[in-house]
């Protein structure tokens, strides 16, 4: 396994057009994170997934977004009427299930970079 | 709620002199912490954690951290920088009873390194 994969690496898209961002988590993790980075930030938490349950949004995750893990395996990420505000980094990360603190690992992918013209 | 704090947005330090990052974590009980690199347009690299264990923690490339509980503090040191430590680096911490292990992340340090 090369670890997690997000696709594309790079969207620009128009103010008010639909994006759909891809990860392809590792294969034997059953927990997928997304976080959004902005310019000069660290990255926040926007959900994540314990297979394919959706057990958690942040409340900066709009209702025009929405997340998805189809059998628990990849997820999308999608963003309806992009705003500027958008234009960030959205990182996946993926982690087994952690029940001892020795577990506790998160892989990141190299992100999406997200710009709204 | 949790909070990372991560004083001086840039470092600047010269190649071969003592490495120096600080964070401070607002928190009763001690949470799970994290420090992670970035390389630009790159993800997150783990450097190193701290889950209870010892409270000196080393990490890769060289680099530890010590949790001091009497100070909140998780500040990160290597005793020699290279040319290729520079990048951003976060602290981040995890509320060890957050069932969801979310990450919450201070703003960053960018570490220069001078020739």
């Known amino acids: 396994d090369t670890g997690v994969s997000q696709d594309p690496r790079h969207k620009i898209t128009k103010r008010g057009q639909n994006v759909t961002f891809r990860c392809d988590p590792i294969s034997e993790h059953n927990r997928l994170y997304w976080y959004r980075q902005t310019l000069g930030q660290g990255p926040e938490f926007l959900t994540y997934?314990?297979?394919?349950?959706?057990?958690?949004k942040s409340r900066l995750l709009s209702d025009r977004f929405s997340a998805e893990r189809p059998k628990g395996s990849f997820s999308t990420l999608e963003i309806q009427r992009t705003e500027q505000g958008d234009s960030a980094m959205y990182l996946c990360a993926s982690s087994p299930s952690m029940t001892v603190s020795e577990d506790y690992g998160y892989t990141f992918g190299s992100g999406t970079r997200l710009t709204v013209v | 709620a949790q909070s990372v704090t991560q004083l001086g947005s840039h470092v600047s330090v010269s190649e071969g002199a003592l490495v120096l990052l600080r964070c401070n974590y607002s928190s009763s009980v001690p949470p799970y912490l994290f420090w992670y690199v970035q390389y630009p347009n790159q993800g997150l690299q783990l450097l190193l954690k701290?889950?209870?264990?010892?409270?000196l923690v080393k990490g890769i490339n060289g680099f530890e951290a010590e949790f001091k509980k009497s100070e909140t503090s998780f500040h990160l040191t290597k005793p020699s920088a290279h040319m290729s430590d520079a990048a951003e680096y976060f602290c981040?911490?995890?509320?060890?009873?957050?069932?969801?292990?979310?990450?919450?992340f201070g703003s960053g340090t960018r570490l220069l390194v001078r020739p």
């Open positions: 701290y889950t209870s264990a010892a409270t």
């Open positions: 997934f314990q297979n394919e349950a959706q057990l958690e």
């Open positions: 981040a911490v995890s509320p060890l009873m957050d069932s969801s292990y979310k990450l919450i």
